[in-house]
């Protein structure tokens, strides 16, 4: 089932970069002229949205070929957002009532209802959260390491 996914999320990928969503989208973000703090909200409620039902590789082929040409050409670091976006994607795993992980904790703990699992993730998912803000107000706490391992120039 997940190989299909996969499949059909990079047939969809491919034939939305060759109708040219990409570059629209682009200046439609660009026409609307939101703030940087305003385009990244959307860009990561509507991930967090479609994490609840796609698992993240599925979603990272469908959305991608989208959405990297709009956060490059926006000037923010295509590094700085793959790690944004793995974690954001994370939380969509995590966060209750649909996460798909949740269904895996309370298989794996017998007698244990979704409630307590929920209220044992809700930490969880708002630390992550907390990350992501601290990640997009002080960018070089995720880069410093990449940073760290490219040569000198």
């Known amino acids: 089932m997940v190989m299909l996914i996969i499949i059909f999320a990079s047939m969809f990928s491919h034939v939305i970069a060759l109708i040219g969503a990409p570059k629209a989208l682009f200046a ?5 002229d939101l703030p940087r703090w305003a385009f990244f909200g959307a860009v990561f409620a509507f991930l967090l949205v479609i994490a609840y039902a796609l698992e993240e590789l599925s979603v990272m082929i469908i959305l991608l070929p989208i959405l990297f040409p709009l956060v490059t050409g926006l000037g923010f670091d295509p590094i ?6 793995i974690v954001w994607l994370e939380i969509g795993l995590i966060t209750p009532p649909v996460g798909l992980n949740l269904f895996v904790i309370q298989n794996l703990m017998r007698g244990t209802t979704a409630a307590d699992v929920t209220r044992g993730t809700t930490p969880y998912v708002i630390l992550m959260i907390l990350l992501v803000v601290l990640l ?13 391992m490219t040569p000198a120039r």
Request: hydrophobic share 70%.
């Open 136 to 148: 997009f107000v002080f960018p070089d706490l995720a880069l410093w390491l990449p940073r760290q």
């Open 28 to 32: 439609l973000v660009v026409g609307l």
């Open 80 to 85: 700085w957002f793959g790690i944004i976006m």
